[in-house]
């Protein structure tokens, strides 16, 4: 057995393409649009390890509501300086809700309101500002 991809169903596929990669720099690995079916498929994959895939399903059209995706839980990314890498997020308008303040974890939502766990590659880094001091906010 081989595991492929985890597939998130969203309404925005532009704005969460951009989240993918211009702000967590994921590469996209390849798209599938098909109009008999009215659906349009893309695939992402981190550098470090391109053969394991989010796919982004998004169908035309379509306003069903998908939840605030609590049932899925996360996903999860190790980065190499989450300070720097929460601050270009927020700087792209993404929501940071539990920052980084032990210098370790830290939870975004994608523009879908997917929950993203970042994780600092290696050991936590000292406690700074403005993180240690900012509060959470929402859920995640």
Not at 25 to 31: D, E, I, N, P
Request: aromatic share 10%.
């Amino acid at each position: 057995m081989k595991y492929l991809h985890a597939m998130l169903r969203v309404h925005d596929l532009e704005a969460t393409s951009r989240f993918f990669t211009e702000g967590l720099g994921l590469k996209q690995t390849r798209r599938m649009d098909s109009e008999e079916g009215k659906f349009t498929l893309v695939y992402f994959g981190a550098p470090e390890n391109p053969e394991v895939e989010i796919e982004l399903t998004h169908n035309w059209g379509s306003d069903e509501d998908y939840g605030n995706a609590r049932n899925f839980g996360h996903l999860a990314f190790e980065v190499d300086d989450i300070y720097a890498t929460c601050a270009h997020l927020q700087s792209l308008g993404v929501t940071i809700n539990r920052p980084p303040r032990d210098g370790r974890m830290a939870f975004v939502l994608s523009p879908d309101r997917i929950s993203i766990e970042l994780l600092q590659k290696g050991e936590r880094l000292p406690p700074a500002e403005p993180w240690a001091s900012m509060p959470n906010t929402g859920q995640w």
